[in-house]
Structures are given as structure tokens and as C-alpha cells.
């Protein structure tokens, strides 16, 4: 582009203006040449073969098969597929007890945190202690991570459970499990998938600020669910929305029990308090790990020794022993609600993939090691598929759990294996234990456990920084508190969708000055030091240039040369002789 007749000089890709010996100047008189080497010819098959890997196999994974003889390529596929044979060949007992350790104690969370989400999706307790035995079991073998602990999630439970009741009552035993089991299996199915054809790209349409609002949302209403519990409530809405909750609360007044109220109180701050030391105190993780197991055993022996039943403080029940028994007559895939189990299942394997894969990368990220995101969707989906035919509901690896894993000093996927080894020990022993357990106290667990999820601070933070990301998360939130949980993730996707679309099509451009002694060109929006050059016009393109914003770019330039111009003039400076575009697409 050109002002006022004159040139405008340019720069090849390979010399950044930072990085240019010299700074340009008015007096330059001669246009720099530079040689650019012709692009290799390649036929259009090579052409698309190049793109296909660049797209789908940045890693190039086939590379440390190359040159190898047949039995180590046998040796490494084996290491590739199945972890556990690459970590299993150095095991010892050093790890052992380490890892023992870390399982035993996730597995006193993993057990009362099991029975408290399968309520929360409407299924019967049972459920969770399967849904903690079987996916951990599957994950320690194909997993990546070496602290993810699995199990069922509050965010995936509460999805199912909305999703579900909205079609199928929980009073329907029979139909709501098999409903259930069948978008477990569709999860499965959608997660491996997207882990088989490499397209784990797509839950990055997720982002942070839109999760944060999401989860914020669905915490507060997860928490305004469990007043049915607290208050002793029988009769409560089974919609999931703020308005018709707080009027189902208020409706029932007369069913509120003086009795549940104390006991769920009196529970629910101790488990807080316990919580609140083990984050002001790391090394006391146990303390947190430990609360739910220990409200759970001192509750019921205070709802046995009181007969608390039969005081208006409804207990668990019944609870069957043994291990999993088969479900896969109970997957139906053809029928009057397959289409709700496919939404079901995409929409809670969704966010149980990505709180899995996040949650991975975090402390994977603490210990300096990878975890491939394409096999932890394959692990996690098949966790769900071999889940669906063992009575199991959607799993994935869970911040808490794995946070307490994490600090208890595991080593690697083995204290799943443990942790499952607890759990069908439980199953196998102590069901009857449960039996007089309070449900007040499963609500207590998951309020405890789903109130950090609401982060006030990152909100915060995100108003400050990015208005629009702020925006984004506040919509999330709302959607979700006054709509309903499927709407509330849709406007999630769609604002991230949204966003990206804007910064494709409006990129920002910043006029770019000289940092004083250097040859440094910077935003002078953000370096104050930075100084202009005389006569020129630098202008930073901080976004590739596509077909979608190249007529953006062409107007938004010339009003940037126009309102130069104008502060020209006003300032009586030299004239504008030439333009500057630096598309190297960097944040400055």
C-alpha cells in the first residue's frame, strides 16, 4: 500500500524487522532484493499426503519404528498400544509401596465420591462402586498419565442425570439404566473415536473462559440439587434449572426435617474444613482424602444407633454384593430412546474427555513428562465402551481424585489398579455396611466436592484481561442456572466458536515503534517507550491473512493511514512517505 505516491518497502520473510541490521530511513533510495528459492514441485497425491500428516500426525509416531529389526518393531507397537508394558518392564517394589499408598488412599475417596455421583445421575448407588472398579482397571493399561485416577465425574453425572430425566424417570429403574448404559457405550464409541482418526483438536473448541462459566454454573446448580437431601425434602422437581429448584424448595416447606438439617451442616463443615486445611496445607492432602470415608462411617453409626430412619432421615438401603454383573442385553442401540442415549453420551463424553485429558496435562506438566492426547482418547473411550457392558456410567479421570493421587506420591498407572482392587474388595465385603448410610451425607460429599468448581477468582481475572472472554464466561454461567445444562454447553461452544470466527475475520493490527537503542519494533500500545519513525507507518498484522479478513485488513489499513495523516497535520510532523506491514503475526 502507498501514501502519498511514494513506496512502500519491503522486508522478506526471513529478515524480521527486530532482527534487521538496520532501521529504515527516509533517505533510502534503492529497493533491497532478496532471493527466494523456488518451492519444490511436488505432485498433488505428495502434495495432499504432506498436509493429511501435518494435520493429523505432527508427532510422526511411525518414526521410532524406522530401521528396526521385527521383533523390537513388535516390542515397541506393544510399548505404543499398551503402556503398561512400557512402565510395567521397569516396575518395582520402590514403586509398589509408593503407589499403594497413593491407591489405598484414593480409593477412600474414590468409594464414598462413587456412591455420590450415580445419584447425582438419577442411577442407584451401586452403580458408582462399578463405575470405580472396571474403567480404572482399563485406563491402567492404555492410559498415558502416571497420575490420573479414574472414576466417575460430577460434571459428566450431573449431564447424564439432567439429560436423562428430562425423558426417562429414575423411578423406571429398568428403562433409566438402560438408557444410561447406552450413552456410556455412545460415549465410548465418540471419545475413541476422536482418539482413532487423531481429531482431539475438537474439544479445544472448549475454552477456558466458556468452561469456567460452565462448570461454575453447573456447580451452583449441582449444589441447589442436593437441598432435596439436606432439608430432608421427598417430593423435589426433577428439572434442572434454578427457578423451578429454588420454587421446588420453597413449595415443600412442610416436608423439611430439623434432623437432616443439622446432620447435613454439621457434615458438610467439616468436610469444607478438611478441604480448606489440605489446600493451605499440602502435606496434609490425607486430611481431605479422608473426610468423605470418615463422614460416611461416622454418619451411619450415628443414623444405626438412633435409628435416624425412622426419624425423617432417609438411608441408602439395600445395596447388592459382588462384582459387575454383565450389561450388555441392557445396550440397545435401535429403539425409542437411542437418539436421547447418542446426544446423552457425545454431549457427557464431551466434557468427561476434556476434563480428562486437562486434568492429565496439569500434572503431567508438574512431573515434566507428555502424555499423548490421542491415546488417552482411545484409553478413556475404551473405559467407557468395555464400562457400558459392565454396568458402569461415564468415566474419566477427576481433578480430585487425581490431585490426591498426585500429592500421595503416586508413581504411575498402577494405584488405578489398587484403587480398583479397594473398591471390589468393598463390593465383595462391606455392602451391608452401607446400608443404614444417610443420603443426607451424600449430599453433603457432593456439595464439598463440586464447590470448587466454581472459580470466582478466574472470572475475575478474565475481566481484567479480556472483556469478551469475561462475556463468554458469564453467558456460559447463565445459560446454564436459568436454561438448562445442554443449553448452557451449546452457548459454551457456540461463543468459543464465535470467537475464534472473530479473530479470523477481524485481527488486530497495532502500530509498531522503535525501542530506543535496539532494533526492537514494538506495540506502542503496550511499550511506552517505544518511539515512532518519522515518515513511516509500521503496522503489525497479528493474524494470518485469509480470504475472510483480507477485505477488513484493506479498510481498516488506509483509515490507520488516514487517522495518521490527521495526527500529522496536528502535530505538524514530516509527512507520511511509506507503510510498513510487519505479517509476521506476532503478539507484541
Known amino acids: 500500500m502507498v501514501a502519498n505516491s511514494k513506496r512502500v518497502e519491503c522486508f522478506a520473510d526471513d529478515t524480521d524487522l527486530e532482527a534487521s541490521p538496520r532501521q529504515p530511513t527516509p533517505d533510502m533510495t534503492a529497493m533491497d532484493v532478496h532471493k527466494v528459492a523456488v518451492l519444490q514441485d511436488r505432485t498433488g497425491l505428495r502434495s495432499f499426503r504432506h498436509g493429511l500428516g501435518e494435520v493429523f500426525f505432527p508427532d510422526d509416531p511411525l518414526h521410532r519404528f524406522k ?15 499398551f503402556p503398561i508394558f512400557d512402565w510395567g518392564a521397569h516396575y518395582n517394589l520402590k514403586l509398589l509401596k509408593s503407589d499403594a499408598v497413593a491407591g489405598i488412599t484414593i480409593a477412600s475417596l474414590a468409594i464414598p465420591q462413587g456412591i455420590s455421583y450415580a445419584k447425582l445421575a438419577g442411577l442407584p448407588p451401586i452403580i458408582g462402586l462399578y463405575s ?37 424417570s429414575p423411578e423406571d429403574t429398568k428403562e433409566y439404566l438402560e438408557v444410561a448404559f447406552t450413552a456410556t457405550f455412545f460415549a465410548g464409541v465418540f471419545q475413541a473415536g476422536l482418539g482413532i482418526l487423531r481429531l482431539g483438536f475438537i474439544i479445544d473448541f472448549l475454552s477456558k473462559p466458556t468452561l469456567t462459566g460452565f462448570m461454575g454454573g453447573a456447580a451452583v446448580l449441582v449444589s441447589l440439587q442436593q437441598l432435596k437431601g439436606l432439608l430432608g425434602i421427598v417430593h423435589f422437581t426433577t428439572k434442572m434449572a434454578i427457578i423451578p429448584v429454588l420454587k421446588s424448595v420453597f413449595d415443600n416447606r412442610n416436608e423439611w426435617s430439623w434432623q437432616a438439617v443439622v446432620m447435613g451442616l454439621s457434615f458438610l463443615v467439616l468436610l469444607l474444613t478438611a478441604r480448606h486445611i489440605s489446600t493451605i496445607r499440602p502435606k496434609l492432602f490425607w486430611v481431605s482424602a479422608a473426610a468423605p470415608l470418615t463422614s460416611v462411617i461416622i454418619s451411619t453409626i450415628i443414623s444405626f444407633v438412633f435409628r ?65 492426547g490421542n491415546k488417552e482418547m482411545v484409553a478413556v473411550g475404551s473405559m467407557n465402551l468395555f464400562g457400558s457392558c459392565a454396568s458402569c456410567y461415564v468415566t474419566s479421570g477427576g481433578f480430585a481424585r487425581t490431585a490426591i493421587n498426585f500429592n500421595a506420591g503416586c508413581k504411575t498407572a498402577a494405584t488405578n489398579i489398587i484403587m480398583a482392587s479397594v473398591v471390589l474388595f468393598t463390593m465383595l465385603l462391606l455392602m451391608p455396611l452401607f446400608h443404614y448410610t444417610p443420603n443426607v451425607i451424600l449430599s453433603a460429599i457432593i456439595i464439598s466436592a463440586v464447590i470448587g468448581l466454581v472459580d470466582v477468582r478466574g472470572a475475575i481475572l478474565l475481566w481484567k484481561v479480556d472483556k469478551f472472554d469475561f ?9 446454564v442456572l436459568l436454561l438448562s445444562v445442554p443449553i448452557g454447553l451449546m452457548i459454551s461452544v457456540g461463543i468459543s466458536v464465535l470467537k475464534i470466527l472473530f479473530h479470523a475475520t477481524r485481527p488486530n493490527i497495532a502500530v509498531m515503534g522503535n525501542v530506543p537503542g535496539t532494533n526492537s519494533y514494538r506495540n506502542l500500545a503496550h511499550y511506552k517507550e517505544a518511539a515512532r519513525m518519522p515518515s513511516f507507518l509500521i503496522l503489525g498484522i497479528e493474524s494470518p491473512v485469509y480470504f475472510t479478513n483480507s477485505v477488513y485488513l484493506q479498510e481498516r489499513i488506509l483509515r ?17 512517505k511509506c507503510i510498513i506491514l510487519d505479517m509476521a503475526g506476532k503478539w507484541r
Open 67 to 81: 530401521n528396526k529389526p521385527f521383533v523390537r518393531k513388535v516390542v515397541l507397537a506393544l510399548r505404543y498400544f
Open 132 to 168: 470405580s472398579f472396571v474403567p480404572p482397571l482399563i485406563y491402567s493399561v492404555l492410559g498415558s498419565s502416571r497420575d490420573l485416577a479414574c472414576g466417575p465425574l460430577s460434571i459428566a453425572s450431573l449431564v447424564m442425570g439432567s439429560m436423562l430425566r428430562d425423558v426417562v
Open 471 to 479: 462475556l463468554a464466561c458469564m453467558s456460559a454461567f447463565l445459560g
Open 308 to 372: 435416624s430412619h425412622e426419624k425423617g432421615i432417609s438411608t441408602i438401603g439395600f445395596l447388592p454384593e459382588g462384582v459387575n454383573p454383565s450389561s450388555v442385553s441392557m445396550l440397545h442401540l435401535k429403539g425409542p430412546h437411542s437418539s436421547l442415549a447418542l446426544k446423552t453420551g457425545i454431549v457427557s463424553g464431551l466434557l468427561a474427555l476434556t476434563e480428562g485429558i486437562a486434568v492429565g496435562r496439569t500434572f503431567a506438566s508438574m512431573k515434566n513428562y507428555q502424555i499423548d
Open 560 to 576: 490507520w493511514i488516514r487517522e495518521e495523516e490527521e495526527r500529522i497535520t496536528n502535530s505538524n510532523e514530516s509527512p507520511l
